[in-house]
């Protein structure tokens, strides 16, 4: 479904007021399956090329979705090949607007979720045990020398998962993210298990505290703002009695999860921005929520669909201002901040899609279709 959307939004909000010069690249699973995934290491490429990218929510295939596009293999996440290739941090922050109230009723602020990018169950290597065995974890060194430890002595069937990941790649998740509290002037959270994992989830905490001493503790005290970890467990119980108002660290699966339950506590999947920064500065902003499958069968139908299309409006609008910020074109930057504030007040005027109809506190919504609601904000434009 967001792949129509994306359209409607290119041909209704964008291409009549901008002078688009992207490069394209068809992420679309026939275009994937047809280039055996070649376009996906493109995609990502060129987004190192350039520095700026959009993206339109992707199918990652299960069993189904290899049946019905008929593919040669199960591939694999896009987001998961292009993350692993530009490494970095996803922020996520929900959309606040007028009449959509957080069903946590003491969240007053936003919290923003910054969500590691590399590696763990992301970049993972599998085996389906088939029966009594002996499973080792073994690390090889240059010099041909053995690590292993004993993960589990098989008497039947079972599956077994290796999963990694990097000093350099936490170092820099940490850096982006005690960067990032300091440039919105926010606390930052993080949390991991180190209790249960304590070399892997106790090396990320190792990690955020070395850095925090040498490097931030004098400019975090300075401006007033606080750095603080806990256990994951801790951080949703706090979370939820929480004002609101930080950042919230998690790593790669952690901020998978706990982004969606954010997004939807705050209002909708669709109400939250969602923007991969990459160490080496590049950008790519999405929509954090997936391709709404089940409304695009409605659409296939030729039923009426209520998609909410912010998070993909603003993904293109967050695109757009970072590309007139590194360009220096004020128009540019002009036309992103417009079309979100059009946007927003669309909805505050009462015209929203189904998922906000169904929990505004505004007066008599008017609930749109897809499409209906993207040239409402259209309309709106014209007025901001
Ligand atoms: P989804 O697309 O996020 O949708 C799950 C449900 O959330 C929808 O059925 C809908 O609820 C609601 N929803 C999500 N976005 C919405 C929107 N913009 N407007 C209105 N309602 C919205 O997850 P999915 O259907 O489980 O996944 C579909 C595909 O997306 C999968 O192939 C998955 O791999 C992929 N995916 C991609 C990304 C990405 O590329 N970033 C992320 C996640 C998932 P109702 O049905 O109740 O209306
Ligand atoms: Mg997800």
Redesign the pocket.
């Known amino acids: ?2 792949r129509i ?1 994306w359209q409607m939004i290119k041909d209704d909000l964008i291409c009549p007021f901008v002078d688009l010069k992207t490069e394209y690249y068809d992420l679309g699973l026939k275009n994937r399956e047809k280039t055996q995934d070649q376009v996906t290491v493109d995609s990502a490429e060129a987004t190192k090329k350039y520095g700026v990218a959009v ?8 069993a189904a ?1 290899v049946k019905e596009y008929d593919l040669s293999q199960m591939w694999k ?3 998961g090949t292009i993350r692993a290739m530009l490494d970095g941090t996803v922020f996520r922050a929900p959309i606040i607007v007028k009449g959509i109230e957080p069903v946590v009723r003491n969240w007053k602020k936003p919290i923003t979720i910054a969500r590691h990018a590399y590696g763990d169950v992301y970049k993972n290597a599998e085996i389906r045990v088939p029966g009594p065995g002996r499973a080792e974890l073994v690390y090889t060194a240059e010099d041909g020398s053995e690590t292993r430890a004993l993960i589990h002595h098989f008497e039947g069937p079972g599956v077994i998962q290796g999963i990694h990941n990097l000093d350099s790649s936490i170092s820099s998740f940490a850096r982006s993210c005690f960067e990032y509290a300091l440039a919105t002037h926010q606390d930052l959270w993080f949390a991991t298990k180190d209790t249960i994992s304590k070399k892997y989830d106790h090396r990320f905490k190792d990690i955020f505290a070395q850095m925090y001493q040498d490097e931030y503790k004098a400019k975090f005290e300075e401006a007033g703002i606080t750095y603080f970890y806990t256990l994951i467990d801790d951080a949703v119980a706090r979370v939820m009695k929480s004002e609101g108002g930080f950042i919230w660290a998690c790593k790669n699966y952690d901020g998978d999860v706990m982004s ?1 339950m954010l997004s ?1 506590a705050f209002g ?3 109400m939250m921005t ?1 923007v991969l920064v990459s160490p080496h500065g590049y950008y790519e902003y ?10 695009y069968y409605k659409y296939l139908k030729g039923e009426e669909t ?7 409006i603003f993904a293109w609008t967050g695109a757009l201002r970072k590309r007139g910020q590194l360009d220096d074109l004020p128009d540019l930057v002009n036309f992103a901040d417009k079309l979100e504030v059009a946007t927003i007040h669309t909805i505050e005027s009462g015209r929203m ?3 906000l109809a169904r929990i505004t506190t505004l007066p008599n919504p008017v609930k749109l279709n897809t499409e209906d609601f993207i040239l409402a904000i259209a309309d709106q434009l014209k007025n901001e």
């Open positions: 479904m967001t959307m993206k339109c929510a992707t199918i990652t295939p299960n979705r996440s896009p987001n969606d939807s909708s999947l669709a969602s999405e929509a954090a929520h997936g391709t709404v499958q089940r409304h209520s998609t909410n299309s912010v998070a993909t899609t189904g998922d």
